[in-house]
């Protein structure tokens, strides 16, 4: 389980750089600027994972769609949560 949170979910790596001495904010800062340049394979990973709950909401019976269609909404949230961080990160660089 671990395994697949740190194959979907790549913010755990990340420092705090809003604590700590101007050398270590920056020190966290750099280095959560060198991990964000791998953030659009998370995205592209988000996006299939969005992509492929939202066919399967539509193909499944009608007990099964409404479980999708959460699985979908939840793929899309970290989807657009990724995508903001990332250009917050060019946005800076």
Request: glycine residues 2%; positive net charge.
């Amino acid at each position: 389980m671990k395994r697949l949170i740190t194959y979907l979910w790549p913010l755990a790596s990340y420092r705090d750089a809003a604590h700590g001495s101007v050398l270590e904010r920056a020190v966290a800062l750099r280095h959560n600027q060198q991990l964000s340049r791998s953030l659009p394979i998370y995205i592209y990973r988000w996006a299939i994972c969005a992509s492929v709950t939202l066919l399967l909401a539509t193909l499944m019976p009608a007990a099964l769609g409404p479980v999708f269609a959460v699985i979908f909404t939840i793929s899309m949230c970290a989807l657009l949560q990724l995508t903001a961080i990332w250009m917050l990160f060019q946005r800076s660089d």
